[in-house]
C-alpha cells in the first residue's frame, strides 16, 4: 500500500465523529482533545477553567481543526447537562467521551478533612458518572458510542503522590468503567478505562519539586516520566472503530512501575 494512502487512513480516524473531552484545558485532556482532532474529529473541550479551555480550542482551530471550548463543573450535574445539549445543538449527537477532568490531593490519610474527601471523589469519580449519564441518551439514539475514562495507577495499586481519597475515587473509576460497558454493550456503546502512571502535566508539577521528581524518574524501568501525547494515543486507539471489540477493561500505560519482577 503506498505511504500516502496509509497516512491517509490513520489521519481520519475521526473525521464526522463528535467527541467530548473534559479537563481539556490542560495536561492529559488536552493533548486527547489535540490528537482527536487532528484525525478529524469535532471536539469539544470541556473544563472548569474556561480561560484554558478556550485555549486549547484556539489552538486545534489555529491547525485547521474544529473545536468549541466549554466551561463545565463535571461534579455539578446542571452545568453538564447544559455542556452536553450545547454540544449536540452545534455538533449533533455525541460519539466519544473521554473523562479525562480530575485533581489530585496528596494529604495523608488521617488528616482529611470530610470536604477535602468528597472533593476528590466529586472531581475524580462522581463527574465521571454525571457526564457518562448525561451523554448516555445520546450515544443510544447515534446507535454507536466509546467512552474512555481516565483512572490512574492509583487506582490499580496505590498512589504514589495522591492520598487515600484519590487511590479510592481511581479505585472507582475502574469499576464504574466495567460496570458501565456491561449496562451499555447492548446499546453497542464500549467503556473503558486507562491507567496512567506519572504523566509530565501541571498536575503532577504541581505536586513536586526537581528532585521528588528525579526520584520518580529513576523509579521507573523506562526512565522517564509519560508524554501526555503517549496517553493520547492510546485514548484515541480506544475510540477509534479498531477497538470496537474492546469494552470493559482497563490499560495500564506506566513505563514498566507495575512489573513484577
Ligand atoms: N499526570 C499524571 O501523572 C496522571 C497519572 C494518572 C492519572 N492522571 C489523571 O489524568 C487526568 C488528567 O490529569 P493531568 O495530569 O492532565 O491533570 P491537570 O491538573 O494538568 O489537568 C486537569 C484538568 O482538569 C480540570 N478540572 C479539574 N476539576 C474539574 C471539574 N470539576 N470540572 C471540569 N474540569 C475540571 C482542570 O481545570 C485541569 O484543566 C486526571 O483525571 C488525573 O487524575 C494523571
Redesign the pocket.
Known amino acids: 500500500m503506498p505511504v500516502e494512502e496509509k497516512e491517509g487512513d490513520v489521519s481520519a480516524r475521526f473525521v464526522g465523529r463528535t467527541a467530548i473531552v473534559?479537563?481539556?484545558?490542560?495536561?492529559?485532556?488536552?493533548?486527547i482533545a489535540e490528537r482527536l482532532a487532528s484525525e478529524g474529529g469535532r471536539v469539544i473541550v470541556?473544563?472548569?477553567?474556561g480561560t484554558?479551555?478556550r485555549a486549547t480550542a484556539r489552538g486545534i482551530r489555529g491547525t485547521g481543526g474544529i473545536a468549541r471550548a466549554e466551561r463545565?463543573?463535571?461534579?455539578?450535574a446542571a452545568?453538564v447537562a447544559s455542556m452536553v445539549r450545547r454540544s449536540i445543538d452545534q455538533f449533533g449527537d455525541i460519539d466519544v467521551l473521554v473523562?479525562?477532568?480530575?485533581?489530585?490531593r496528596s494529604t495523608r490519610a488521617a488528616d482529611i478533612p470530610a470536604a477535602e474527601w468528597h472533593l476528590v471523589l466529586?472531581?475524580?469519580l462522581t463527574?465521571a458518572f454525571l457526564v457518562a449519564h448525561a451523554v448516555y441518551p445520546s450515544m443510544r439514539r447515534r446507535g454507536a458510542g466509546r467512552i474512555v475514562n481516565?483512572?490512574?495507577?492509583?487506582g490499580r495499586a496505590t498512589s504514589?503522590?495522591?492520598g487515600a481519597h484519590?487511590t479510592a475515587?481511581?479505585a472507582g473509576?475502574l469499576g464504574l468503567s466495567r460496570h458501565l460497558a456491561r449496562e451499555w454493550a447492548p446499546d453497542n456503546i464500549t467503556v473503558n478505562a486507562?491507567?496512567?502512571?506519572?504523566?509530565?502535566?501541571?498536575?503532577?508539577?504541581?505536586a513536586t519539586d526537581d528532585s521528588r521528581r528525579e526520584a520518580i524518574r529513576a523509579s521507573i524501568p523506562l526512565k522517564r516520566?509519560?508524554d501526555?501525547a503517549e496517553?493520547a494515543a492510546l485514548v484515541c486507539f480506544l475510540v477509534s472503530d479498531e477497538a470496537a471489540y474492546i469494552t470493559g477493561t482497563n490499560v495500564d500505560i506506566h513505563g514498566g512501575e507495575l512489573i513484577i519482577a
Open positions: 473534559t479537563g481539556a484545558g490542560r495536561g492529559i485532556g488536552r493533548a470541556g473544563d472548569i477553567d484554558a479551555a463545565v463543573d463535571v461534579t455539578r452545568s473523562n479525562n477532568a480530575g485533581l489530585l466529586d472531581a475524580n463527574g481516565i483512572a490512574s495507577m492509583a504514589t503522590l495522591g484519590y475515587a481511581k473509576v486507562v491507567s496512567p502512571g506519572i504523566v509530565d502535566t501541571p498536575m503532577v508539577r504541581d516520566l509519560a501526555p496517553i
